[in-house]
Nanobody, 125 residues
Framework: QVQLIESGGGLVQAGGSLRLSCAASGRTFSNYAVGWFRQAPGKEREFVAAISRSGDITHYAYSVKGRLTISRDNAKNTRYLYMNSLKPEDTAVYYC??????????????????WGQGTQVTVSS
C-alpha cells in the first residue's frame, strides 16, 4: 500500500509559478512510475505529466509542454511538478498517482494503482 500526499497548491497570478510536491509513504517511490493529472470544475480528469520508474523518461500533455516539469527526489521519496508561466486555464485540482510498473510512462488514469487527495491550483487573470 502506498499513501500519496500532495502539497504546494494555491492561488497565483497568470504568469506565475508553483511547485507541487507528492510525498509517498508506505513504499519506496523508486518502485513506481508517477503521473500528475488535473480536474477542472465540470470537466473530466486529464493527464498532465508522467515520469518513469527509473526517471529516464518523461512525458507531457501538449497543453503544458515547455511550462511544466516533472522531477523526482528518491532521497526524499517525493515527486515534483514545477509549474511556470501559469495560465487561468491551468486552474484545477491536481492529483499525483503511482503505478507499479517496471518501465515506461502512462497517460491513462486506469494504469495507476494509487492516488493522492489532490491539491487546488487557482490561476487568476
Amino acid at each position: 500500500q502506498v499513501q500519496l500526499i500532495e502539497s504546494g497548491g494555491g492561488l497565483v497570478q497568470a504568469g506565475g509559478s508553483l511547485r507541487l510536491s507528492c510525498a509517498a509513504s508506505g513504499r519506496t517511490f523508486s518502485n513506481y512510475a508517477v503521473g500528475w493529472f488535473r480536474q477542472a470544475p465540470g470537466k473530466e480528469r486529464e493527464f498532465v505529466a508522467a515520469i518513469s520508474r527509473s526517471g529516464d523518461i518523461t512525458h507531457y500533455a501538449y497543453s503544458v509542454k515547455g511550462r511544466l516539469t516533472i522531477s523526482r527526489d528518491n532521497a526524499k521519496n517525493t515527486r515534483y511538478l514545477y509549474m511556470n508561466s501559469l495560465k487561468p486555464e491551468d486552474t484545477a485540482v491536481y492529483y499525483c498517482a503511482a503505478a507499479f510498473k517496471y518501465s515506461g510512462v502512462y497517460v491513462s488514469a486506469n494504469e495507476y494503482n494509487y492516488w493522492g487527495q489532490g491539491t487546488q491550483v487557482t490561476v487568476s487573470s
